[in-house]
């Protein structure tokens, strides 16, 4: 195989990553919305590949699950016909993962055999593999909070896989950006507001994590008033300098719609600078306005709604594609 071969190989192995990554963590949302993400107790690394094949299978997970606070405080009664449902959600995602951990590693080892992947590119790889070492760690980490003393996962580790499973995404988009580049480091001198606003996103998914965690949204389903106040009753000027703003429902919807109207003027006010001006990348500024209005128009309808599983699911996923438009301008800066 020649290099073009070989470079065409190459940006195809990052599309189909980012791609397959993107399905994983709407899966991933999908398994947290649905409650899905404690069904299977165990860390089975190789043993859970396959799923249970027959009625005694079924039965032995069924009682592991029996034994969890979730089962008996929340689900007690559940038959196996509805155990089955979560456990599939789970399970594709825990497969899925393991599929992009292989489709990762082997071509990897390939590429960096073949001198496609050489210098920097090298380190730079090696650090997405144990970036995805360790979320998988994170993955049974989270999932270990919600066994023995709580009916959930803890809403800190489930944002920490969550933006782990972000920095994996935008630093291989960040590299299939760069493949034609000689380097891969960013101007900071010329990008210092969109790295700001880059920070300003990746806190608010966090936000947007606890939320989804302490289970925020099921309170405060008016917009733009938290019921009959703009600041909800619980939250006052003290509370707000406390650490209630990370374990407080109240507090964590109120910090998650506040960092939310910050993104969005702050965003406004350069876009119209830009937009006026002499700017040469005028298209990607209008990428990144649609998507941060898609953003929050599906936040609010999220919301709402009640908490639609299918809008929560999409209004994070478009949270990543925000990443990427403003890592795609940045690029775009470089030259």
Known sequence: MDNIQLNK????WHLGLLLLLLLLVSVGGFTRLTNSGLSITNWEIFTGILPPLNDQDWIKYFSLYKTIPQYKKINFGMNLAEFKFIFWWEYAHRLLARIIGIIFLLPLIYFIIKKIIINERVYYFIFILLLFL???FLGWFMVKSGLTLHTDVSHFR???HLTTALLIISLIFWSYLNI???TLTIQISKNKFLIFLLLLVFIQIIFGAFTSGLDAGLIYQTWPKMNLNFIAEEVSLQSFFSSEIFYDRSHVQFVHRIIAYSIFILYVIFYLKKIFSNYKYKNYLHI?????????LLGIFTLISGLNIYLAAFHQLTSILLVMSILLLIYKLKY
């Open 180 to 182: 034609n580049s000689q």
């Open 9 to 12: 190989l190459f940006k195809i």
């Open 288 to 296: 990144i306005l649609f998507f941060l209005f898609l953003q929050i």
């Open 158 to 160: 489930l944002a920490a």
């Open 134 to 136: 360790f979320q998988g």
